[in-house]
């Protein structure tokens, strides 16, 4: 079992619409979690650390069950411009470099 | 600020050429990275700085050097590379290993 998986989409979606990404890591340990946004042809970006008790920011909520060892990305209200790469990234342990998932792909259609 | 600043931008190079990359941060972070990232691929790690010492090294060939001169700076010298190592070569940096990390802007590098 792949370190972080997700699934590559890509994701097309109308305007206004809700769209939902999830993403598995196989290690328990893990320690931290973060959502990453990268457009084409540029870096990637952090968007959100993703907490315990779960985070929101704007139109963006960030959850994380620990028991089930997956992380989600809901974002409400998609924008032609929150079209990119999502990059589901794991802190497998402690004093590890970060693990990136291979990358949710976002299309949002006028 | 949370700026990691690369240069060049482009570099295109022959397979006998020598060159290096630069990568800079002032938010004074322990951990730096180089990372290579194909299309439509994640970045995939090379090499980690921790306390400016090489903590990690992912398998990478010898024609890739990494040098760390200090916290700020962390060169990628360049040497004798392969068509395939064209790619774009991503700097990032964090407070330590783990934590979450700062991407510089990339160098896209081509090899001829």
């Known amino acids: 079992r792949k370190e972080v998986e997700q699934d590559p989409g890509p994701f097309n979606v109308p305007e206004g619409a809700t769209v939902a990404f999830n993403c598995t890591y196989s290690?328990?340990?893990?320690?931290?979690f973060f959502w990453y946004r990268q457009d084409c042809r540029k870096e990637p970006k952090l968007l959100m650390s993703v907490y315990s008790s779960g985070n929101e920011d704007g139109r963006f909520t960030a959850q994380l069950n620990r028991a089930s060892q997956y992380i989600s990305l809901l974002i409400r209200d998609s924008k032609l411009s929150d079209s990119a790469t999502y990059l589901c990234?794991?802190?497998?342990?402690?004093?590890?470099?970060?693990?990136f998932g291979k990358g949710t792909r976002l299309s949002v259609i006028a | 600020d949370t700026e990691v600043t690369q240069t060049p931008k482009h570099l295109v190079m022959g397979m006998t050429n020598k060159k290096s990359l630069k990568c800079e941060q002032h938010m004074g972070h322990r951990a730096m990275y180089w990372y290579k990232q194909k299309a439509k691929k994640p970045p995939e790690l090379m090499f980690v700085y921790s306390y400016e010492k090489l903590s990690i090294n992912e398998s990478v060939p010898s024609r890739f050097s990494p040098e760390c001169p200090n916290s700020s700076l962390l060169n990628l010298h360049l040497h004798a590379l392969q068509p395939e190592d064209s790619a774009l070569y991503l700097c990032?940096?964090?407070?330590?290993?783990?934590?979450?990390?700062?991407f510089g802007q990339g160098t896209r590098l081509t090899v001829v």
């Open positions: 290690n328990s340990a893990s320690q931290s």
């Open positions: 990234v794991v802190n497998p342990s402690g004093n590890t470099p970060l693990v």
């Open positions: 990032a940096s964090s407070q330590v290993i783990g934590t979450e990390a700062f």
